[in-house]
């Protein structure tokens, strides 16, 4: 029990963690989200997932289970047994009336939930199977944006990439050394001879070109603004 539940921490771990150098964020979170995308049930198959949130959160470390499966939301355990079967359930959950078809969905999703009783994880993607019907649940993982504090070098750097320019240089903290950082921090105006402290919002591009940034970058605030590197 002990050796699978830690491979599938592992599994829901894996590429979560940023660059070294980029690794303090103002926020953390020890569950995952995913939004469901395909699924197969034994009675319901025509509900369009596309104009609902259909969710789901994974906490591995406290082994508990989250979401809305589209009108109400539902909570409960989720354990490896000793032989090795994966248990979902039981749930609670809230009960706001819903239409009928969001009903049937509802009860379909949760029971298909509570039967789950395997899984399999690709980048990006979860699949909850239930193996003595055949019906499972693929979700996709939801990309939260990642906020961290950096400092920001008074001068630019020069960088070579697909042409040679000028990059900002930033740390993560105060005692670190200056890196180049290749790419722009959207709503940050830059004014040489000014070193700052600034929080910084970094997303996921799902479909980055061949050569830009895995991610993008957004200025959440200004902290310090000051003339010397001391003041920071």
Same mark, same amino acid.
């Given at each position: 029990m002990k050796k699978l539940t830690g491979v599938f921490f592992l599994l829901f771990a894996v590429g979560m963690a940023p660059a070294a150098v980029f690794a303090q964020t103002a926020t953390s979170s020890q569950g995952d989200d995913w939004r469901l995308v395909a699924y197969n049930f034994a009675r319901v198959n025509n509900y369009n997932i596309d104009d609902k949130e259909v969710t789901m959160t994974l906490d591995t470390r406290e082994g508990r289970i989250a979401g809305n499966s589209g009108c109400n939301r539902f909570m409960g355990p989720f354990i490896f047994e000793d032989s090795g079967?994966? @248990?979902?359930?039981? &749930?609670?959950? @809230?009960?706001?009336?819903?239409?009928?078809? $969001?009903?049937? &969905?509802?009860?379909? &999703?949760?029971? @298909?939930?509570?039967?789950? $009783?395997? &899984?399999?994880?690709? @980048?990006g993607y979860l699949t909850l199977t $239930?193996?003595?019907t055949g019906h499972f649940m693929r979700f996709q993982?939801?990309?939260k944006p990642e906020r961290y504090v950096w400092y920001v070098n008074k001068e630019l750097a020069d960088c070579v990439g697909v042409v040679k320019t000028k990059c900002l240089q930033v740390k993560d903290a105060k005692e670190a050394a200056w890196q180049n950082f290749f790419g722009p921090i959207e709503g940050f105006n830059f004014k040489k001879g000014r070193y700052y402290q600034i929080e910084v919002e970094r997303t996921k591009v799902a479909n980055p070109a061949a050569d830009g940034s895995a991610y993008s970058h957004k200025l959440i605030r200004v902290i310090k603004e000051v003339k010397k590197e001391k003041d920071l």
């Open positions: 079967r994966l @248990t979902v359930g039981p &749930f609670a959950g @809230t009960l706001i009336a819903c239409p009928r078809i $969001d009903n049937r &969905f509802e009860a379909a &999703f949760r029971e @298909t939930l509570g039967n789950i $009783d395997s &899984f399999a994880f690709e @980048t $239930d193996k003595r993982r939801i990309i």
